[in-house]
């Protein structure tokens, strides 16, 4: 790729409707908060090269719990989201949408509210010194079980506030059916949030089927293996139903060999709505703009044909029409 080309993927301006804050936390960040916190980390959790150590879906999903383990205060949200809003900033990123597990906030003893006030104060101060918007999305943990979604559902519900834009769901997909969890969803679409489901990364077409015929989900997390049912591909087109594609995630994860076997461009030619995201940035080594990057690079993707992910992204984003119009207008 020239590196004219390379400079323009950087100043185009970007959406993220896919990160989880937990997941974005850097190494240096997890020590220093780990340590002004006074708690210790669990021996092994870092490589010799200093990224995180794991190996397949569930020691990812373990290391992901263990960097949050050191999370205790508003201050520690409010660091790694204005951290993690600086950066995307730094790479055209116009609006970010984060996942929050208030299940994690849980499992030390932080409340709901302390976890999304410092949320809050971060998305504020990115807002302030980048530019960038940044919304959150209330996320239940899929292996923590049906009657803990219900739980975070409802103190969704209870807790509404204008940042926080919809409900979702991660996790072990091996565990459970979307359909389990289709109480939970239903609290939080009646109380007006938009709802996306990791669906189609580790589990193969039918459980992004059991995700669109039992939830009230306008996007999937992933849903890459959709591409394996054309009738899928064909229904995911006629609902509009939006595709949160991950690629450098889904190498990582080793849900495709390499990115030539990767279906990113099957999916834009159904006429898929898609955006490019990172999912968990130091995890996966990767950021929204090396995702860019390589949509040009890997993919042959041109400075228009991202700019049309851009404004797809926009649009499948869970903001008010308001944001939705002004930031659409600044994609162009
Ligand atoms: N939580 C964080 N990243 C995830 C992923 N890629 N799949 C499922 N759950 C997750
Ligand atoms: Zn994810």
């Known amino acids: 790729m020239s590196a004219l080309l390379a400079n323009k993927i950087q100043k185009l301006p970007k959406v993220e409707l896919h990160s989880h804050l937990e997941g974005c936390i850097q190494p240096h960040l997890v020590r220093t908060i780990a340590e002004r916190n006074g708690i210790s980390l669990k021996h092994g959790l870092f490589t010799t090269d200093d990224t995180f150590a794991w190996g397949d879906f569930v020691e990812f ?14 201050q520690d949200y409010r660091d790694i989201m204005y951290t993690y809003m600086e950066q995307c900033a730094a790479e055209g990123t116009i609006y970010a949408e984060t996942f929050i597990s208030p299940d994690h906030a849980a499992a030390v003893g932080m409340s709901y509210e302390d976890m999304l006030s410092g949320c809050i104060e971060g998305i504020n101060d990115a807002e302030r010194d980048f530019g960038i918007v940044g919304r959150l999305i209330i996320s239940c943990i899929r292996h923590l079980g049906p009657d803990q979604a219900l739980v975070v559902a409802q103190q969704l519900a209870d807790n509404p506030h204008p940042y926080i834009v919809g409900f979702g769901m991660g996790g072990n997909e091996s565990m459970y059916t979307q359909a389990d969890f289709a109480p939970a969803f239903n609290i939080a679409a009646a109380a007006g949030f ?31 293996r959709s591409t394996e049912d054309p009738a899928l591909m064909a229904e995911l087109a006629k609902r509009g139903i939006a595709l949160e594609v991950c690629p450098g995630s889904n190498i990582a994860l080793s849900v495709y060999p390499d990115l030539a076997s990767h279906p990113l461009n099957k999916i834009l030619q159904a006429g898929i709505s898609t955006s490019l995201n990172s999912d968990d940035p130091p995890f996966f080594d990767t950021t929204v703009g090396t995702e860019y990057q390589s949509g040009a690079e890997d993919f042959g993707l041109d400075l228009e044909q991202l700019r049309s992910i851009s404004r797809m992204a926009m649009e499948a984003s869970f903001a008010d029409a308001d944001t939705k119009a002004r930031l659409l207008a600044v994609i162009g």
Request: proline share 4%; charged share 20%.
């Open 194 to 224: 938009a709802c996306t489901t990791h669906a189609g990364e580790i589990l193969g077409p039918e459980s992004v089927w059991d995700a669109i015929d039992n939830l009230p989900v306008t996007r999937i997390g992933h849903g890459v």
């Open 61 to 74: 999903l373990q290391a992901y719990d263990e960097a949050s383990f050191c999370l205790r205060k508003a």
